[in-house]
């Protein structure tokens, strides 16, 4: 019997060292990867390129810093460790991508995945537009794995490059407070994210994409962190690090002065559950602090905040993100040249405890954002009277305050230059849109190809374009698309009941919608938008 095995094995490790041998190795300066071809594609990826070093020791809480060197080659073929995970609020779901179990969290997580057009040897296709994927999850959760790059360069005709990256979570990423300022980072996620960004700048074209055909794109906290950029350095940012951004479902919460009264609970609250109380210097204490210790009191306190809502969350620092928001839209101070934006029409349904039937608007309000007065909340409560039960009426404010509202003021501040889209497939939640562009091993629950074609392609158009009217297939079903200015039209991607047909047409904007979002904006000092 051993003599029969021993030509098998031989043949299987022949057949490792070819395919080992033919795949292509690329020298980033401080370190060789080697990545894996799919022959069957001519897509070929790189999975786990470190971008940053880890944030360990006197690393943490501080700015992202360059890797270091390393000698050999690195073996690029496998998703990387996630980054220390925690969960919204006590809701009793997780309405926010799914995440593979088997992947190591771990502080150890600033890393990359590349995926390229190529040969069949892995050779890129060079100058293609290039797609940043900034992962949702609220701040708190999620990762690369589980998304594969291919599906959008499938949707593109092999037409762009696609990276996915990664980045401190929970209060490892985002925790608040003056001391944090003084002797540390504040949103440090954000600057892993950005660090990411200017990784690609300087590498891409390595893989054959174009630095100066950028495009990001992310969806929840990820295109909340694609709004983050779009305002950052006060639209200003050196050099430019792309030039179209996509947001599917705009993630807006409060964000507070970095040492305003939450921001500085927060950071009294982890540096109590971690026993620096009584240390000489708290930031010392907590760069000293088990990860352990720190995950646990990033899970207890994000476990602890209102229903479905999210504690570890960007901050106005004065440096990065240099004023709220909305005033940046106001102001037209953004980076990039165009926007394209998509959300769901039920975004806060799976963000509210359904169960709590009697909450009026008015009190779901105040809990939200506790600085609105009582002639506030009783104007939501007459804008919001109308919509149907109390709980819709509490789901609706989620929604719209968080998600939708947030949307509009982004695409004011490109005027002529932006996009809106609506997914309604039933039940049109919060995250039912993500099967349609990363199907993965699932099955879209409207899986008519004809609607599928139309609506992930209208990404891929809009990150080779800047245009979605300029199509990858021009015989997608997708009609002509206007910009967006208020009060005008936007794409609905739906289906017909009961016989299921695809339907994506132009729709007017609900003006009932857009007279309480403007309500909102005005009162954005309040919430902290």
């Known amino acids: 019997m051993l003599s029969l095995r021993l030509p098998i ?8 060292q070819v395919q080992a041998q033919s795949s292509p190795i690329i020298d980033l300066g401080y370190a060789k ?14 999975l786990g390129v470190r971008y940053a070093a880890a944030p360990l020791g006197d690393l943490r809480f501080r700015a992202p810093q360059p890797p270091v ?10 998703d990387p460790n996630e980054c220390l995970q925690a969960s919204p609020g006590i809701s009793p779901t997780n309405p926010l991508e ?32 290039t797609l940043v994927w900034i992962h949702g999850g609220g701040y708190i959760a999620s990762s690369t794995t589980g998304v594969n790059g291919e599906d959008i360069i499938r949707q593109s005709n092999h037409g762009v490059v696609v990276v996915l990256i990664q ?23 954000l600057l892993d994210q950005d660090f990411a960004l200017r990784w690609v700048n300087q590498h891409i074209t390595k893989f054959g994409g174009d630095p100066s055909k950028v495009t990001i794109w992310g969806e929840s906290a990820g295109a909340g962190s694609v709004l983050q950029h779009v305002v950052a350095n006060g639209g200003k940012t050196q050099p430019q690090l792309f030039r179209g951004a996509i947001t599917s479902s705009t993630f807006l919460p409060s964000q507070y002065q970095f040492n305003d009264r939450v921001p500085e609970l927060l950071f009294s609250e982890v540096v109590a559950q971690t026993n620096c109380s009584t240390a000489a210097d708290a930031m010392t204490c907590l760069r000293a602090a088990s990860a352990t210790a ?6 207890n306190i994000s476990n602890g905040g209102l229903f479905g809502t999210f504690l570890f969350v960007p901050v106005v620092d004065g440096t990065f993100i240099t004023q709220r928001p909305t005033l940046s839209f106001m102001q037209r101070k953004v980076n990039g040249q165009a926007l394209l934006a998509v959300t769901n029409t039920f975004e806060g349904t799976v ?3 359904q169960s ?23 104007t939501v409560e007459k804008l919001y009277s109308g919509l149907g039960t109390d709980i819709f009426q509490t789901s609706a404010i989620q929604g719209e305050t968080i998600f939708i509202c947030p949307t509009y003021y982004m695409l004011s501040a490109f005027p002529g230059r932006s996009f809106k889209g609506e997914f309604a497939i039933p039940p049109g939640f919060h995250g039912g849109d993500l099967v349609y562009y990363f199907p993965g091993t699932s099955t879209p629950p409207f899986n008519n190809t004809a609607f599928i074609d139309a609506f992930a392609q209208s990404f891929t158009s809009f990150i080779i374009n800047q245009n979605p009217n300029i199509k990858v297939d021009p015989s997608t079903i997708t009609p002509p698309w206007s910009p967006f200015a208020v009060g005008d039209t936007e794409m609905l991607f739906n289906q017909t009941a009961p016989d299921g047909l695809p339907v994506v047409q132009p729709i007017t904007t609900s003006s009932a919608l857009l007279t309480r979002c403007q309500f909102w904006e005005s009162v954005g000092n309040l919430t902290a938008q």
Do not use: H, M, W
């Open 33 to 46: 990867y080697q990545g894996l071809v799919d022959t069957t594609t001519n897509i070929t990826q790189f």
């Open 356 to 378: 709590a039937t009697a909450v009026t608007a008015a009190q779901y309000s105040s809990e939200l954002f506790p600085d609105l007065a009582a002639a506030q909340t009783n």
């Open 98 to 129: 799914p995440r593979a179990t088997e992947s190591i969290a771990s502080e150890d997580c600033l890393f990359l995945n590349v995926y390229y057009p190529s040969d069949a040897v892995g050779t890129p296709l060079r100058n293609l537009p």
């Open 294 to 299: 720190l995950e646990t009191a990033n899970v």
């Open 167 to 189: 980045y401190r979570l929970g209060l490892f990423g985002f925790l608040p407070g003056a001391k944090v300022k003084a002797n540390g980072a504040l949103n440090a996620g």
């Open 351 to 353: 963000f509210v405890n």
């Open 9 to 16: 094995f031989a043949t299987v490790l022949l057949l490792v």
């Open 69 to 78: 060197n390393v000698t050999g080659v690195q073996l690029a073929t496998t």
